[in-house]
């Protein structure tokens, strides 16, 4: 762990000098032999360097490490519930506008069809007479062009047959 510590370190360090150092001569060859001297067993560089340097820095700098991680805890959770509020609101706006938006299309198809193109449906298949429908014609008169008696119409006929 020690070793990726200081080569991370490292290879943040090797982004800026790269840019000011790369004219200097041997310097690759140099960045090289360093990276064999922190990976050696034999000469243990890394922990030599993060034993001399990152361990007294990272525990003299610990409240401070453990205050910022609790910030930024709490920073994450409020612009998650932040950003969760604004999300669902966002999609209920968007399902607000589309169910309106649907209703709105379902009313017109329904508005386009007329009484006349409604009465030319029939169980028969034969088309109705042009002009307005007839009292008793049309879709409610059944299937064989019988009219259909209302409940009371039916009760009473029941009744009185069986009495």
Not at 32 to 45: E, H, N
């Amino acid at each position: 762990m020690m070793y990726w510590i200081i080569f991370a370190l490292f290879t943040t360090a090797e982004t800026f000098t790269d840019i000011f150092l790369c004219w200097f001569p041997f310097y690759y060859e140099l960045k090289i032999a360093f990276v064999a001297w922190l990976l050696s067993p034999y000469t243990k560089g890394s922990s030599l360097l993060y034993r001399k340097f990152v361990h007294p820095t990272l525990s003299s700098k610990e409240k401070e490490i453990d205050d910022c991680l609790v910030q930024a805890k709490d920073r994450s959770y409020d612009a998650l519930v932040h950003f969760g509020k604004r999300g669902l609101n966002v999609a209920a706006t968007a399902a607000v506008m589309a169910a309106s938006k649907g209703q709105g299309a379902l009313s017109e198809r329904l508005r386009s069809f007329s009484m006349q193109d409604l009465t030319t449906i029939r169980g028969d298949g034969v088309p109705a007479p042009s002009g307005p429908p007839a009292a008793g014609s049309g879709r409610a008169g059944g299937k064989h062009g019988q009219p259909k008696m209302s409940r009371s119409a039916s009760e009473s006929a029941g009744s009185s047959g069986t009495s």
